[in-house]
């Protein structure tokens, strides 16, 4: 082999190197600057008020997070049981197949919703 192929060999293996150095660059950057993104949406957020209770667009009513209740909604798609606890809104029951909703983690941040496509009905954390 001549020395010609080797040099090549060595400048193609040095250049793959430079190149995974800056791939791995630009990786952590796009990783740390999508974290302080997150951050500084999940710090914006604040603690809602009320929640708005709304089937196919009309609102059923308008709930205070302050107290604790439980309210069942029947509509003409549906039941569903919403509760509000420790500042939390949920929907604990609904004859809906498929229970997305009910499977809905609590919430209570300003603009956080649980939505029932089945049943039209829309659960919003406002103001």
């Known amino acids: 082999m001549s020395s010609d192929g080797?040099?090549?060999?060595?400048?193609?293996?040095?250049?793959?190197?430079?190149?995974?150095?800056?791939?791995?660059?630009?990786f952590f950057a796009v990783i740390i600057v999508g974290a302080v993104i997150f951050l500084v949406y999940r710090l914006s957020l604040s603690q809602g008020k009320i929640v708005r209770v709304s089937v196919d667009g009309e609102v059923l009513c308008e709930l205070p997070l302050e107290e604790d209740v439980?309210?069942?909604?029947?509509?003409?798609?549906?039941?569903?049981?919403?509760?509000?606890?420790?500042?939390?809104?949920s929907v604990k029951e609904a004859d809906c197949p498929d229970k997305i909703c009910v499977k809905h983690k609590a919430v209570s941040m300003f603009g956080e919703t649980i939505i029932c496509l089945p049943h039209k009905l829309v659960v919003e954390v406002a103001e």
């Open 6 to 26: 080797i040099r090549k060999r060595e400048e193609k293996s040095g250049n793959s190197a430079l190149v995974k150095r800056a791939d791995l660059l630009l």
């Open 70 to 89: 439980t309210r069942e909604f029947g509509t003409p798609y549906g039941t569903n049981t919403i509760v509000i606890k420790d500042g939390e809104a």
